[in-house]
């Protein structure tokens, strides 16, 4: 298995804008500036948090498809 990420291709078209964008939102409802002068705390709680909400929106799509069986 190659792990080269220039070999890695996204298998959702617009995803990575997708979640470029979510970053920056919860940045900003974080009040946290993003980059080399933020803390890894800071810049750690964004990445939890949209690992927090793509869990959630993953697991509301799979429930919801359950329920309209």
Do not use: C, H, W
Request: charged share 20%; no cysteine.
């Amino acid at each position: 298995m190659n792990n080269n990420k220039n070999s890695m291709k996204m298998r959702v078209p617009g995803a990575k804008q997708a979640i470029e964008k979510m970053k920056y939102e919860i940045a900003n409802e974080f009040g946290v500036n993003l980059g080399p002068d933020a803390s890894s705390r800071a810049n750690g709680s964004v990445g939890g948090e949209i690992t927090r909400r793509l869990v959630q929106n993953g697991m509301n799509q799979v429930s919801g498809s359950y329920q309209n069986k």
